[in-house]
């Protein structure tokens, strides 16, 4: 009685990493993911100088990090549901609790609090790698199902814009 | 894909398009991050720009194809930075502390402009609203608000004793 989209829970890793591989944002900052489980996932992202945020503090850019929370919790929306469907963010809300220094590398938590039909509420922590200090929280809202005639004629029919 | 990005046709009175404001771009260029998008820093009729060509690097959702939403948040951030920095009597480099985001409506692969404006400027504390848009800046993309923190001599020391 599976729904045709619906994935098995032990392909779930293997499908997120299929997914993060085939978003070119994620693949320029070298998002990987490092864990899926039920409604919650893991992932890394390497620093490098062009991510930083001055020439002189070796620093992180708030921007990586919330580019690195919106992926993750995209993909936590997808480890609650384990369905694969279009998703788009309504809205999300950062926190920078401390500066992310760049000789670590960042570790996003995703968790998917609460599922509905149409949305998807998520918690994303964001900690240095070395000595799991959170550096960063953040909370998003997905809209499930977006754009479904898109997201499916995405092959045959480009939008000329 | 690498012919996606548009010109600044969409600036308002953009007879002099790419003009530069010295001042944001080179508050622009400090930032590594920044120059790695491609910021650039644009005058319109109602006032300055930050302009965000597309490319692929970019993209979040290839099927649309759409910009990543985390793109459209480092618009949002540096360009509230930026503003924040440039109206500092001693253009103090401010600290994001949060920001959030409205994604109005969806990002399609072209070229973004944002637009700050300064909700309140204090001594230790800036928020600024920015507005993001395509095609059309009478229907904007996505929305977000940023505080940031100025830092004093004071705050300086606070940071020293852990935050």
């Known amino acids: 009685m599976a729904k045709p989209n619906t994935v098995q829970h032990s392909n779930a890793v293997a499908t997120a990493w299929q997914l993060t591989e085939q978003v070119p944002h994620g693949r320029e900052l070298g998002m990987q993911v490092v864990s899926v489980d039920q409604g919650q996932v893991c992932m890394r992202l390497t620093p490098q100088s062009w991510m930083f945020s001055q020439e002189d503090t070796k620093e992180i850019c708030t921007s990586v990090l919330y580019s690195l929370a919106d992926s993750a919790g995209g993909l936590a929306v997808f480890a609650g549901a384990l369905e694969l469907m279009p998703i788009a963010t309504l809205d999300l809300r950062m926190d920078y609790l401390r500066p992310a220094g760049g000789d670590q590398a960042l570790l996003a938590v995703a968790t998917c609090r609460h599922l509905t039909d149409e949305v998807a509420f998520i918690h994303c922590d964001i900690l240095s790698e070395g000595n799991r200090e959170l550096l960063a929280t953040a909370n998003a809202t997905f809209m499930r199902n977006t754009q479904g005639q898109q997201f499916h004629a995405g092959g045959r029919e480009r939008e000329s814009a | ?163």
């Open chain 2, 1 to 163: 894909m690498s012919t996606i990005g548009d010109s600044a046709q969409h600036i308002s009175g953009a007879g002099e398009s790419g003009k530069e404001c010295p001042d944001w771009q080179a508050l622009l260029e400090r930032i590594p991050y920044a120059r790695h998008l491609g910021l650039e820093v644009q005058r319109g009729d109602a006032g300055v720009l930050v302009h965000l060509p597309c490319r692929e690097a970019l993209i979040g959702n290839f099927m649309l194809p759409a910009l990543h939403g985390g793109v459209l948040g480092a618009l949002i951030e540096l360009t509230a930075r930026v503003a924040a920095q440039s109206q500092d009597a001693e253009t103090r480099c401010p600290r994001i502390l949060d920001s959030h985001i409205n994604y109005l409506r969806s990002a399609k692969a072209r070229s973004t402009f944002a637009r700050a404006d300064i909700v309140r400027q204090g001594r230790r504390t800036s928020l600024v609203q920015v507005t993001c848009w395509q095609g059309d800046e009478n229907k904007p993309i996505a929305t977000g608000q940023v505080q940031l923190l100025l830092p004093t001599m004071a705050a300086q020391q606070e940071d020293r004793h852990g935050h």
